[in-house]
């Protein structure tokens, strides 16, 4: 009996000494440096000061990169998006040349056999009029757009690749890679840093975007600080927010996109208060959408949208007339003449028949998805001089380019037949 008092006394004992070490143990460890010395206290608040610093800059630099990059940020800058399959267009800016990934490109493949990707079937036979049909039909299929989500979860369900998990997933990483340890090592401060991570807040419906001003990063950063007095200090959540209207701004290049890749008709215009500025880089080109109201490192900021060169639609050209007329070799071998001015294709005949207007004059057209001035060529085939210089059905194609000056896959095209005889004897 005496042996199982002695037992019970002892753990007694322990219980006791264990709730007073805890105490102790608590007494030294502070959250946010609740009873520090005022010095240690001072040094602690560098710490959360210089985090948050570091927070405010990676979110002004994620935030520009995502920008001026279409929404992306890739893996090996810190973000999520891997960098293959991706192309870059080269924009001149106050800082050198930046390079940014095309967001919209030109169409690929076929679609269902109603439209095509490669002229001369290009946008779909009949441009711009289905069969039957005598209004253009000008929506279809005219890019491809590389746009991300914006949000990490849709209705519920994550998306693997978005502007929100590329911009919380950079600044995580670059607050982490900003803060300066051996400085505060200096001062007798030792730091153990967890794992970072980041959530950003703002806007996630349509009816928040009308009173949308900020963008919030949230930063949970488990930090254990310890000061020369052996105190014990956690710091884990951080925060700051910059003033852009990030979800606003994204929706207005996204209804930017939508146009431009559906409507070869459709001219990226200024909308919601914003402005949109269009850079011609080479054959390509830059939509520069910027926000008056939201500001990233002193600046307003802006949602770049790089396009790749895409070829114009050439209307079909009605035959008909054509097929009226025909056209003639003078004796001495001089032939029609067939050039391009402006828009119009001219027919100058040595010898036109009765009733048939000389020059005889075609009207052209064409629409162009990236709002590029279309002009017109026009080659005989067989002919050097593009002359009808021989008798019989002779083939004429007409080009329609956006006058970048590249490469034949540059022009839509169509062939045309007409007639060529010998000038009558008068």
Not at 21 to 41: D, N
Not at 103 to 109: F, K, T, Y
Request: glycine share 12%; charged share 20%; aromatic share 10%.
């Amino acid at each position: 009996m005496r042996g199982q008092i002695t037992v019970f006394i002892l753990i007694g004992i322990m219980v006791v000494v264990a709730f007073a070490m805890t105490l102790y143990a608590g007494s030294r460890l502070g959250l946010g440096g609740k009873g520090l010395k005022e010095g240690e206290r001072a040094g602690v608040s560098e710490i959360e000061d210089a985090v948050r610093s570091c927070l405010n800059i990676a979110l002004g630099e994620g935030l520009a990169r995502a920008g001026r990059q279409g929404g992306i940020i890739f893996s090996d800058e810190g973000g999520v998006f891997p960098r293959e399959g991706f192309d870059f267009l080269g924009v001149p800016s106050a800082g050198g040349i930046v390079e940014t990934p095309f967001i919209v490109l030109p169409p690929q493949g076929d679609v269902g056999g109603l439209f095509f990707a490669d002229v001369p079937l290009y946008p779909f036979d009949g441009f711009p009029f289905p069969p039957n049909e005598e209004v253009p039909f000008l929506t279809g299929y005219y890019g491809i757009s590389r746009l991300p989500p914006l949000y990490r979860v849709s209705e519920g369900e994550s998306v693997q690749n978005s502007v929100q998990a590329a911009l919380e997933s950079f600044v995580a990483q670059k607050s982490a890679e900003c803060m300066d340890w051996a400085s505060f090592a200096q001062k007798g401060l030792e730091v153990s840093a967890g794992q970072p991570s980041v959530v950003l807040l703002f806007a996630q419906r349509q009816d928040q975007f009308v009173g949308e001003q900020f963008v919030t990063a949230q930063l949970t950063w488990p930090l254990e600080v310890e000061t020369p007095g052996l105190d014990k200090v956690v710091l884990t959540d951080f925060s700051v927010r910059v003033p852009v209207r990030l979800a606003s701004v994204y929706y207005v290049a996204k209804s930017i996109v939508d146009g431009d890749v559906t409507d070869v008709t459709y001219v990226p215009s200024p909308q919601g208060g914003m402005q949109v500025e269009e850079i011609t880089v080479g054959d390509d080109s830059v939509i520069k959408v910027s926000d008056p109201q939201s500001a990233v490192q002193g600046v307003p900021f802006s949602f770049w949208i790089a396009r790749k060169n895409r070829v114009p639609g050439l209307w079909h050209i009605d035959e008909a007339p054509l097929e009226r007329v025909v056209f003639h070799v003078a004796p001495e071998g001089r032939g029609t003449r067939v050039t391009v001015d402006g828009n119009f294709l001219r027919f100058s005949d040595p010898c036109p028949e009765g009733g048939v207007p000389s020059p005889f004059v075609v009207e052209l057209n064409a629409s162009d998805p990236d709002e590029d001035a279309v002009r017109f060529e026009v080659q005989v085939v067989g002919s050097v001089q593009n002359e009808l210089n021989e008798i019989g059905e002779r083939r004429i194609r007409v080009f329609a380019g956006d006058g970048s000056g590249g490469p034949s896959s540059r022009f839509d095209s169509q062939e045309l037949k007409v007639g060529v005889a010998l000038c009558p004897v008068r």
